[in-house]
């Protein structure tokens, strides 16, 4: 491919991106290496990290972080840091259950490997 068919192919690209914002997402996606969105998607964003909360604040401060979160978020965070996949979880309605879920999880994630660590 000639150097002036690259040019021409990154112009045409430059101009869909200015007419179409979703094509623009999805090329500003790729290149940051992010998963690209979807349109329709119903997903949120989790609200927190809960290994980087139990790093910083153990526990008791993941359980503090998790109690003002409602089921739905609670549930967000499950999915986004792929703790549950069995998907049981998410069909969970109590709201103890799923902080127990994700502290277990992010504990046990915090410990593994420690039998290697000196």
């Not at 790093?55 to 609670?74: F, K, M, P, Q, V």
């Amino acid at each position: 491919m000639s150097a002036e068919r690259l040019k021409q192919l990154f112009r045409a690209i430059e101009e869909e991106m200015k007419a179409n914002p979703v094509f623009a997402q999805r090329i500003e996606a790729a290149l940051k290496g992010a998963p690209s969105p979807k349109s329709g998607s119903k997903r949120r964003a989790p609200v927190i990290d809960p290994q980087q909360v139990y790093a910083d604040n153990g526990e008791s401060g993941l359980r503090e972080a998790l109690i003002s979160l409602d089921t739905d978020r609670l549930k967000d965070v499950i999915s986004a840091h792929g703790m549950d996949p069995s998907r049981l979880a998410m069909k969970w309605s109590n709201h103890e259950r799923l902080i127990e879920h994700i502290v277990a999880t992010s504990t046990a994630r915090a410990k593994k490997g420690d039998a290697f660590r000196a």
